[in-house]
């Protein structure tokens, strides 16, 4: 397989693990598409990286973690089209505000991709 398609397989499996509650691990798999990537992909793979820890550090009740990493993300994924590698970035951010005015109470944000 080729590093584009290894990248991809490691996005996905991503993905995968996020909306599954595995934050850690989708942080872990994405890092390897952020070490290989340019901009302006480096800036959304740091994005979603970072809402992956920020949701590391919820699950563990630390909601000043999840208002640090959510700090760091928000702005790099504002600055993104809308849309990117097929996820919906506007769902990401709408969802990860309304954790964090909330305190950490509510669902989880689940991440929404279509084909491209």
């Keep these: 397989m080729s590093n584009a398609g290894q990248h991809h397989e490691n996005y996905l499996e991503g993905i995968r693990l996020f909306n599954a509650g595995e934050y850690w691990h989708a942080h872990e798999q994405w890092e390897a598409c952020w070490r290989a990537s340019v901009e302006p992909e480096a800036?959304?793979?740091k994005g979603?990286?970072?809402?992956?820890?920020?949701?590391?550090?919820?699950?563990?009740?630390?909601?000043?973690?999840?208002?640090?990493?959510?700090?760091?993300?928000?702005?790099?994924?504002?600055?993104?089209?809308?849309r990117m590698h097929g996820l919906d970035l506007g769902a990401l951010i709408a969802a990860m505000d309304r954790l964090v005015l909330a305190d950490g109470h509510g669902p989880a944000p689940r991440l929404h991709?279509?084909?491209?």
């Design 48 to 82: 979603i990286i970072q809402a992956a820890a920020a949701l590391v550090h919820w699950k563990k009740g630390n909601l000043r973690g999840l208002r640090r990493n959510w700090e760091k993300s928000r702005p790099r994924l504002v600055a993104l089209a809308p």
């Design 43 to 45: 800036t959304f793979y």
């Design 113 to 116: 991709v279509s084909e491209q």
